[in-house]
């Protein structure tokens, strides 16, 4: 199947700091990628739909200004986590969608965030 | 508005046998796609299985097959052979532009 790497694997900030997590999908052009919260023991919570060359579409509940989506490329997306706080500890996962005859969301390694 | 509906919290086969997973699904859209996903402890997601909901025939991958019965909105998943590294949180997933998931089910595999 198809790579979607995610960058970092894991990251510790403290509080009230600004944390940067990137998407690729390697091997194929993805125009739209989506971006996932998973809380513990939980199902996965789509935050929002990245396409490229236009502004994200957020979930009912994502604050937009808190959760930056950046997808400047057709393998590169990023989600930026501004003025972060304790409650935004989570684990994010990235997909990027291939479109064509097999459409497949294919999911990155996930990255956990710790706010201190 | 889509739903996924994961009924099994959790599940359990011996090694070498067979164990079915549920998912019923509920959606607007008439052209969809359906999913299964593992995600074994070290969280990466890995695509199981991938049906087109206009195609008839089952999906099947290896030991990995899904009875898919459109009327009733059912995607069920089914294990043959089961082995230890198929332990794992199995996701049902459905949808086309975006994709909702279910809850969950946990497998646990026997030796």
């Known amino acids: 199947g198809a790579v979607v790497s995610q960058h970092p694997s894991w990251v510790i900030c403290k509080s009230g700091t600004s944390v940067k997590i990137e998407c690729r999908s390697l091997d194929f052009q993805a125009t739209t990628m989506f971006w996932y919260r998973q809380f513990p023991k939980q199902s996965l919570m789509l935050m929002a739909t990245?396409?490229?060359?236009?502004?994200?579409?957020?979930e009912q509940g994502v604050e937009k200004d808190k959760f930056l989506i950046n997808h400047a490329s057709l393998t590169l997306s990023t989600l930026t986590v501004t003025s972060a706080h304790p409650e935004d500890s989570s684990f994010y996962i990235c997909s990027a969608r291939t479109g064509g005859a097999q459409d497949t969301q294919y999911f990155g390694p996930g990255t956990r965030l710790t706010v201190l | 508005a889509q739903t996924v509906t994961q009924s099994q919290p959790e599940m359990s086969v011996q090694e070498a046998e067979t164990v079915t997973l549920s998912c019923t699904y509920d959606?607007?859209?008439?052209?969809?796609?359906l999913f299964w996903y593992k995600q074994p402890p070290s969280r990466q997601m890995i695509l199981v299985i991938r049906q087109e909901a206009y195609k008839q025939q089952n999906a099947t991958e290896n030991r990995f097959s899904v009875n898919f019965q459109k009327a009733a909105k059912s995607f069920s998943l089914k294990i043959s052979d089961s082995q230890l590294g198929d332990a794992a949180m199995y996701f049902c997933?459905?949808?086309?532009?975006?994709?909702?998931f279910g809850i969950g089910t946990k497998l646990q595999v026997i030796p």
């Open positions: 997933a459905s949808g086309y532009q975006k994709v909702t």
């Open positions: 990245s396409n490229e060359g236009s502004k994200a579409t957020y």
């Open positions: 959606t607007s859209e008439s052209d969809y796609y």
